[in-house]
């Protein structure tokens, strides 16, 4: 288990859904790619747990080419509870399964 502590900004994709992410910092997706042992899931993703504020949940970090880092999806019962939204900077604890 790899363990994460980071800064984000958290943003809106524009496209259908409104899915809302936090994309990690180069410098962990870089940590992320140099031990990744096991095989990664559908599309690339991994498994993780993620905590923001009091709030902690199970979902998947996915990479994307043009940050050349990894997405975490923020579920709206999250952003809810944590009162963030678009724009907002916020504190993350990521567990990345190994």
């Keep these: 288990?790899?363990?994460?502590?980071f800064r984000s900004t958290l943003w809106r994709y524009a496209g259908p859904g409104g899915w809302h992410f936090i994309t990690l910092p180069v410098k962990h997706a870089a940590?992320?790619?140099?031990?990744?042992?096991?095989?990664?899931?559908?599309?690339?993703s991994l498994s993780v747990t993620a905590t923001i504020g009091s709030s902690s949940w199970k979902t998947s970090i996915f990479p994307e080419k043009k940050s050349k880092s990894y997405l975490l999806p923020v579920k709206a019962d999250v952003r809810k509870a944590e009162s963030i939204s678009d724009g907002d900077t916020v504190a993350v604890t990521l567990e990345v399964a190994m």
């Design 1 to 5: 288990m790899l363990t994460l502590k």
């Design 31 to 44: 940590t992320i790619k140099a031990l990744l042992r096991s095989p990664r899931r559908g599309w690339g």
